[in-house]
């Protein structure tokens, strides 16, 4: 697989997101077939791991740090701090990165990861409460300590980033990004390539949508967080049918899949930008990692640029309480 840089941090140019192996899409797989599917994510090629501390949670950092154990100076671990989780029922408190806070989380997430360093530390959400200077100083004490060696930002605003990389480079941003969702490309993406900084869409399949295989709600699993986000009601998709139509259309021109153009289509954005997908299943990655292989001509990003600008899409991207802690 062909190599991309995320700051100074080289990775390989699609990363895998763990998220799916929580219960956030319904009932999470036996941990023996997580592993071998993160296990057999590496085997092709991918080197980069995104993780964070509330995925579970907890459970998902122990979860990669157990696959990735034998293979651990070949990969890169990307993890996320940012919110008071309760020790004992696992709920969220709200957001926190106060300075304690993020080294008390960094050596719980060493433990979990049962390593010594983190690759690429995340702050998850911007915390308004703490000035984004003393978040940037703390992660850079921790990468003088030997803890931490990558700063990284999620759903951070163009001037916090800017803020931030003025007391530690940012190496990467992390934040929704797809044919359906392009809020970074205002502001945040000409500043992360004025500054040499990457960026991580998240999110890059539309959450499952782009692929062309959520048909409908009846689709969802229990406790499947689309269930309740404003883009997966019977009427948003009916109305977002239209996106996955044009992603459709041009997939079969290339004799490629709907994920794979959709895919290829962040990838021609631009050389630092790295998509992280989520899937539970082995031969998924490998169809997706088939992105890399399909060319999008200047005349195929017009076209596709030309054809979404007539269409709206319906529905916030996220649930408003996660709206609430981002663009900060």
């Given at each position: 697989m062909?190599?991309?840089?995320?700051g100074?941090?080289v990775?390989?140019?699609?990363?895998f997101?763990?998220?799916?192996?929580?219960s956030?899409?319904?009932?999470?797989?036996?941990?023996?077939?997580?592993?071998?599917?993160?296990?057999?994510?590496?085997?092709?090629?991918?080197?980069?791991?995104?993780?964070?501390?509330?995925?579970?949670?907890?459970?998902?950092?122990?979860?990669?740090g157990?696959?990735?154990?034998?293979?651990?100076?070949?990969?890169?671990i990307?993890?996320?701090?940012?919110?008071?989780?309760d020790?004992?029922?696992?709920?969220?408190?709200?957001?926190?990165?106060q300075?304690?806070?993020?080294?008390?989380?960094?050596?719980a997430?060493?433990?979990?990861?049962?390593?010594?360093?983190?690759?690429?530390?995340?702050?998850?959400r911007?915390?308004?409460?703490?000035?984004?200077?003393?978040?940037?100083?703390?992660?850079?004490?921790?990468?003088?300590?030997?803890?931490?060696?990558?700063f990284?930002?999620?759903?951070?605003?163009a001037?916090?980033?800017?803020?931030?990389?003025?007391?530690?480079p940012?190496?990467?941003?992390?934040?929704?990004?797809?044919?359906?969702?392009?809020?970074?490309?205002?502001?945040?993406?000409?500043?992360?390539?004025?500054?040499?900084?990457?960026f991580?869409?998240?999110?890059?399949?539309?959450?499952?949508?782009?692929?062309?295989?959520?048909?409908?709600?009846s689709?969802?699993?229990?406790?499947d967080f689309?269930?309740?986000?404003?883009?997966?009601?019977?009427?948003?998709?009916?109305?977002?049918?239209a996106?996955?139509?044009?992603?459709?259309?041009?997939a079969?021109?290339?004799g490629?899949?709907?994920a794979?153009?959709?895919?290829?289509?962040?990838l021609?954005?631009?050389?630092?930008?790295?998509?992280?997908?989520?899937?539970?299943?082995?031969?998924r990655?490998?169809?997706?990692?088939?992105?890399?292989?399909?060319?999008?001509?200047?005349?195929?990003?017009?076209a596709?640029?030309?054809?979404?600008?007539?269409?709206?899409?319906?529905?916030?991207?996220?649930?408003?309480?996660?709206?609430?802690?981002?663009?900060?």
């Open positions: 062909r190599m991309r840089k995320l100074a941090l990775v390989s140019e699609l990363g997101g763990i998220l799916s192996f929580t956030t899409y319904g009932q999470a797989p036996e941990n023996a077939e997580n592993i071998r599917v993160i296990r057999g994510a590496h085997d092709l090629g991918i080197t980069l791991f995104d993780t964070a501390e509330i995925y579970g949670p907890w459970t998902n950092e122990a979860l990669l157990e696959a990735l154990a034998s293979v651990r100076n070949e990969v890169v990307a993890t996320k701090f940012g919110f008071e989780v020790p004992t029922t696992g709920e969220r408190r709200g957001l926190n990165s300075p304690e806070h993020i080294k008390r989380a960094t050596d997430m060493l433990r979990r990861l049962g390593t010594d360093y983190i690759d690429l530390l995340y702050q998850h911007v915390d308004p409460n703490v000035p984004i200077e003393d978040v940037a100083g703390t992660v850079k004490d921790l990468i003088a300590a030997g803890k931490v060696r990558h990284g930002l999620s759903e951070a605003a001037d916090t980033i800017r803020r931030a990389h003025a007391v530690q940012v190496a990467a941003v992390q934040s929704e990004y797809s044919l359906w969702t392009r809020d970074p490309e205002p502001e945040v993406l000409p500043l992360c390539e004025e500054l040499g900084i990457g991580v869409p998240w999110g890059p399949l539309g959450t499952g949508f782009l692929t062309g295989k959520v048909a409908n709600t689709s969802f699993g229990a406790n689309r269930a309740g986000s404003p883009r997966f009601t019977t009427e948003a998709m009916e109305a977002n049918k996106v996955v139509e044009v992603v459709e259309q041009l079969a021109a290339k490629a899949t709907a794979q153009v959709a895919l290829a289509w962040l021609a954005r631009g050389p630092s930008i790295v998509p992280i997908f989520g899937t539970r299943r082995l031969d990655v490998q169809e997706n990692l088939g992105a890399a292989a399909v060319s999008l001509s200047a005349e195929d990003m017009a596709i640029e030309a054809r979404l600008a007539r269409i709206e899409v319906t529905g916030e991207r996220l649930p408003p309480a996660l709206l609430k802690v981002t663009n900060r």
